[in-house]
């Protein structure tokens, strides 16, 4: 149990282009869902954190102009990079958290990783 | 501020031998604490926490930890290191900030295990 998968697994894109991450919980439903990015042998960044229904609240530095996100029902949330540059390149993690838990554990997506030519 | 601190980049052990992974956290009230297990190119695995009762918790593929109030730390243990348990290692703590509950992360420890 606690599933929760993201797709794509990996993508290319060109600079100036969009793309769009989905993370879902398979088997849960999360009302908060949470976007990690992770750099080269470093440690996750919390990029925002979204709950179902309303905006997202993203950590100081990070664009929500740029990382656009929605969560738009109880197992998806979906992370939009507007006008990729090659900066944008990392791997990207999103995590669930499972409404019916109260002890705050997150489960963990696989990963994105994003380069950005 | 509240932080995770994990003070070894590395740490090298021969299979067999016990592993240690360090943590220490700083937060204010009672502590969740957490460690996870990340493999290349893959998403992080839960192993373990701590929110209370006994100090030391057992979790998954034999590991362990030990919580510390009096050392605000939270290690990680494994009584025989397998080769296959090389990988880095992430302590995180449970925080309250900007109104909403996170989880803060450790820097990371790189675990390797030699044959």
């Known amino acids: 149990g606690a599933v929760v998968s993201q797709h794509p697994s990996w993508v290319i894109c060109k600079s100036g282009t969009s793309v769009k991450i989905e993370c879902r919980s398979l088997?849960?439903?999360?009302?908060?869902m949470f976007w990690y990015r992770q750099f080269p042998k470093q440690s996750l960044m919390l990029m925002a954190t979204s709950n179902e229904g309303s905006k997202a609240t993203y950590e100081q530095g990070v664009e929500k102009d740029k990382f656009l996100i929605n969560h738009a029902s109880l197992t998806l949330s979906t992370l939009t990079v507007t006008s990729a540059h090659p900066e944008d390149s990392s791997f990207y993690i999103c995590?669930?958290?499972?409404?019916?838990?109260?002890?705050?554990?997150?489960?963990f997506g696989p990963g994105t990783r994003l380069t950005v030519t | 501020a509240q932080s995770v601190a994990q003070p070894e980049d590395q740490v090298n052990v021969a299979e067999g031998n016990p592993l240690t992974v360090k943590c220490t956290y700083s937060?204010?009230?009672?502590?969740?604490l957490f460690w996870y297990v990340q493999y290349p190119n893959r998403g992080l695995q839960f192993l373990l926490k701590?929110?209370?009762?006994?100090?030391l918790v057992k979790g998954s593929y034999g590991f362990e930890a030990e919580f510390n109030k009096s050392q605000t730390s939270f290690h990680l243990k494994k009584p025989s290191a397998l080769v296959s348990d090389s990988a880095l290692y992430f302590c995180a703590v449970r925080a309250f900030s900007g109104g909403y509950n996170k989880l803060i992360f450790g820097a990371g420890t790189r675990l390797a295990v030699h044959p």
């Open positions: 701590y929110i209370t009762g006994d100090n």
């Open positions: 088997d849960f439903q999360a009302t908060t």
């Open positions: 937060v204010s009230g009672n502590p969740y």
């Open positions: 995590s669930a958290r499972d409404r019916g838990q109260s002890s705050y554990e997150q489960y």
